[in-house]
């Protein structure tokens, strides 16, 4: 049997798509990853991927107006000796009220949400949550590389691993945006990509100061998780600007500590 080696990155993001009541119009499709916090786990993606609500024009992402209830996902069940897909879905409302989780200060203006995934609703899937990866401890810089993990028009990269999208950072990550804790990547990004991991690499020596090499100074390719991709700025073509939004990884913990459902309902 051909042996096969994959970064572990790849078996963290999930292809995803969004249906109403059941019915089989696909509404949209998108991308999401497990994130492990406290012994539970959660699934991160975009809050308009919830909602079907574009986060700029207030309105319908789509042509069909339609709104999500139920979300479909895909996870690896069997690693060995060959490796296998299972296919799930999760209610988005209980009782008519939201499950996921929104930012407990900014709300509905954070493009990212996190629904915990019950083992009570029969999951056999296996989880891989991306904070369970070893990162190196180094902190991004603009211009780095980095790299979103998603799935653009709905391709994979073989079975159900993502590509990956490469881009640039593209302004000052530690500074806030609109006031909003994200900045911007330089990529061509596509539809199908939203809730997207995004990784930073960068080759080199690392952690030198004054030139001088230091006890943590590493010499080689290093690697971070730094956010979550939620599209592009949008011109008057696909080709204006080719800016994505990437919120920073922090807000991830802070949603989850603030146990703050989103309130609304979009049916």
Not at 141 to 149: K, N, P, Q, T
Not at 163 to 177: F, M, Q
Not at 180 to 206: C, E, Q, Y
């Amino acid at each position: 049997m051909k042996e096969v080696n994959l970064n572990p990155l790849s078996y963290c993001s999930i292809p995803i798509n969004m249906f109403f009541n059941e019915t089989n119009q696909n509404l949209g499709s998108a991308t999401a990853f497990v994130y492990e916090y406290k012994e539970k786990f959660y699934l991160i993606t975009n809050l308009h991927n919830v909602t079907g609500i574009d986060p700029i024009k207030n309105g319908p992402i789509g042509n069909h107006g339609g709104i999500p209830d139920i979300l479909h996902f895909t996870l690896l069940v069997r690693q060995r000796p060959h490796i296998e897909w299972g296919h799930f879905k999760i209610d988005l409302y209980d009782n008519n009220k939201a499950k996921w989780f929104i930012h407990p200060i900014f709300k509905e203006r954070v493009d990212v949400v996190a629904i915990e995934l019950d083992y009570s609703e029969n999951f056999n899937g296996i989880f891989k949550p991306i904070n369970k990866i070893q990162f190196d401890n180094f902190k991004l810089e603009v211009s780095d590389d980095v790299f979103i993990l998603g799935f653009p028009y709905s391709l994979r990269g073989g079975g159900h691993f993502p590509i990956w999208k490469r881009g640039s950072v593209a302004t000052e990550p530690d500074l806030d945006y609109d006031g909003l804790p994200k900045f911007f990547i330089d990529t061509a990004s596509r539809t199908g990509m939203s809730g997207s991991p995004v990784i930073f690499k960068r080759n080199g020596i690392h952690g030198a100061y004054n030139g001088q090499l230091q006890s943590d100074s590493l010499i080689g390719e290093i690697q971070g998780f730094v956010g979550i991709y939620s599209g592009r700025i949008v011109g008057k073509s696909n080709l204006d600007a080719q800016l994505g939004i990437v919120w920073r990884k922090e807000v991830i913990e802070e949603i989850i500590e603030g146990n703050l459902r989103d309130s609304r309902n979009f049916l």
